[in-house]
């Protein structure tokens, strides 16, 4: 397995990896696809884990802002993986290929929503117990959490606001 910076070329494999691997919520690729067609995604920090020739999983960051605030910060989400390609690692090389990438362009944080169990490992820990309150479309606010990538730095505090496509989720 190789994970690399995702390409144009991956994008209809990337939407494939989402739909399969939330198909308990569909609304996952849509929420991709409006990250990267609204610019509001890092390229950068888009990544794939290929097998082969085969893309078997995906992750991507994208900015959210601090409410009252014209500080923005970047959320890791969504992380993808093919339901067979699962268990595999994958996963986790896709969010140590994220913590390295984003620590590398300067930023303090990183946040995202998803199961503490599995991200704590990655240094994840309850935002909302450091000053930032999950945003209200938020699916799960306990499962909010923000990993600190810069310990001398002093990000604002505050309500987090998902880009669009994730504010839009119907």
Same mark, same amino acid.
């Given at each position: 397995?190789?994970?690399?910076?995702?390409?144009?070329?991956?994008?209809?494999?990337?939407?494939?990896?989402?739909?399969?691997?939330?198909?308990?919520?569909?609304?996952?690729?849509?929420?991709?696809?409006?990250?990267?067609?609204?610019?509001?995604?890092?390229?950068?920090?888009?990544?794939?884990?290929?097998?082969?020739?085969?893309?078997?999983?995906?992750?991507?960051?994208?900015?959210?802002?601090?409410?009252?605030?014209?500080?923005?910060?970047?959320?890791?989400?969504?992380?993808?993986?093919?339901?067979?390609?699962?268990?595999?690692?994958?996963?986790?090389?896709? &969010? =140590? *290929?994220?913590?390295? +990438?984003?620590? #590398?362009?300067? @930023?303090?944080?990183?946040?995202?929503?998803?199961?503490? %169990?599995?991200?704590?490992?990655?240094?994840? &820990? =309850? *935002?909302?117990?450091? +000053?930032?309150? #999950?945003?209200? @479309?938020?699916?799960?606010?306990?499962?909010?959490?923000? %990993?600190?990538?810069?310990?001398?730095?002093?990000?604002?505090?505050?309500?987090?606001?998902?880009? #669009?496509?994730?504010?839009?989720?119907?």
């Amino acid at each position: 397995m190789t994970v690399r910076v995702a390409t144009d070329a991956d994008f209809p494999a990337i939407l494939d990896v989402h739909a399969r691997a939330f198909t308990h919520d569909p609304t996952v690729p849509g929420i991709v696809e409006g990250l990267h067609e609204l610019g509001l995604h890092v390229p950068s920090l888009s990544f794939v884990a290929v097998e082969g020739e085969r893309v078997v999983g995906h992750v991507m960051s994208s900015w959210s802002e601090v409410e009252g605030s014209d500080e923005r910060y970047l959320q890791l989400s969504p992380l993808g993986v093919l339901p067979e390609s699962q268990r595999r690692g994958h996963g986790s090389a896709l &969010v =140590r *290929a994220t913590l390295d +990438g984003a620590r #590398a362009l300067g @930023e303090p944080v990183i946040f995202l929503e998803g199961n503490p %169990a599995y991200y704590g490992r990655f240094g994840f &820990v =309850r *935002a909302y117990e450091l +000053g930032w309150p #999950a945003p209200p @479309e938020a699916l799960f606010d306990w499962a909010f959490q923000v %990993a600190i990538l810069d310990e001398h730095a002093s990000p604002a505090r505050g309500r987090i606001v998902y880009g #669009a496509p994730f504010r839009e989720r119907g």
